[in-house]
């Protein structure tokens, strides 16, 4: 393996990367909306000095 097929490599992994991680985003989230609370609001701890 040549140096230039290395460094062709090398620069197109980095290339890569840097596309996923700046690049749009690919996720398809269902579009639920709001969804309405069920249940009790919980009330935590007490503090008892």
Same mark, same amino acid.
């Given at each position: 393996?040549?140096?230039?097929?290395? @460094?062709? &490599?090398?620069?197109? #992994?980095? *290339?890569?990367?840097?596309?996923?991680?700046? +690049?749009?985003? *690919? &996720?398809? #989230?269902? $579009? @639920? +909306? @709001?969804?309405?609370?069920?249940?009790?609001? #919980? @009330? +935590?701890?007490? $503090? $008892?000095?």
């Amino acid at each position: 393996m040549n140096i230039h097929k290395s @460094v062709q &490599d090398l620069m197109e #992994y980095f *290339t890569e990367a840097f596309a996923r991680i700046f +690049g749009p985003s *690919t &996720d398809e #989230y269902p $579009e @639920v +909306g @709001v969804q309405p609370f069920e249940g009790e609001p #919980y @009330v +935590g701890a007490t $503090e $008892e000095s």
